[in-house]
T-cell receptor, first 112, second 113 residues
Framework: DGGITQSPKYLFRKEGQNVTLSCEQNLNHDAMYWYRQDPGQGLRLIYYSQIVNDFQKGDIAEGYSVSREKKESFPLTVTSAQKNPTAFYLC???????????FGDGTRLSIL | GESVGLHLPTLSVQEGDNSIINCAYSNSASDYFIWYKQESGKGPQFIIDIRSNMDKRQGQRVTVLLNKTVKHLSLQIAATQPGDSAVYFCAENTGNYGQNFVFGPGTRLSVLP
């Protein structure tokens, strides 16, 4: 079955530690996205990539980094510079940037 | 700036009744809208979409209505079932190159037995 796989489902970060969230898709989509979801708020865009080896900052990129070395993969690193990382992180993909996005089932990041 | 919002943060309906979830948008240039359903601990799922050249679009048990005059979008669910319990949110896009979707905060739908 085609889809988007995020891992791990739950992740814990210690102070000063960087952590990386995985996102893999086999839908042959060109565009991929990372969103942060906080209670009572709409999804906020962290980073997006429209093509391999290219990505752009979203609305809340500070404290995060990404790479897009393969079409199928778009990992997100939450760095120690992100002072409030506790949230639900969602990865999505689409054929192009104004097409419906398919979402993974998220990674919940908490602070130890 | 542009925003997408919802009038009601929570909605409780009796099983078998119809549900109506509303969304207001502020960007008059938006011409493409999507409704998503998100169950607890899961990612959002596409329900239905509509473009601005339409006022109404129907799917299986769902209907989306678009009123461009007042910048209002609604999702109607017929004969609501327990499996419909979830958070529903709308998203808008202007359709321009490089334009990303703006998502509303969502409405939680609870279906009562």
């Amino acid at each position: 079955d085609g889809g988007i796989t995020q891992s791990p489902k739950y992740l814990f970060r210690k102070e000063g530690q960087n952590v990386t969230l995985s996102c893999e898709q086999n839908l042959n989509h060109d565009a991929m996205y990372w969103y942060r979801q906080d209670p009572g708020q709409g999804l906020r865009l962290i980073y997006y990539s429209q093509i391999v080896n290219d990505f752009q900052k979203g609305d809340i990129a500070e404290g995060y980094s990404v790479s897009r070395e393969k079409k199928e993969s778009f990992p997100l690193t939450v760095t120690s510079a992100q002072k409030n990382p506790t949230a639900f992180y969602l990865c999505a993909s689409s054929y192009w940037d104004n097409q419906p996005q398919h979402f993974g089932d998220g990674t919940r990041l908490s602070i130890l | 700036g542009e925003s997408v919002g919802l009038h009601l943060p929570t909605l409780s309906v009796q099983e078998g009744d119809n549900s109506i979830i509303n969304c207001a948008y502020s960007n008059s240039a938006s011409d493409y809208f999507i409704w998503y359903k998100q169950e607890s601990g899961k990612g959002p799922q596409f329900i239905i979409d509509i473009r601005s050249n339409m006022d109404k679009r129907q799917g299986q048990r769902v209907t989306v209505l678009l009123n461009k005059t007042v910048k209002h979008l609604s999702l109607q669910i017929a004969a609501t079932q327990p499996g419909d319990s979830a958070v529903y949110f709308c998203a808008e896009n202007t359709g321009n190159y490089g334009q990303n979707f703006v998502f509303g905060p969502g409405t939680r739908l609870s279906v009562l037995p």
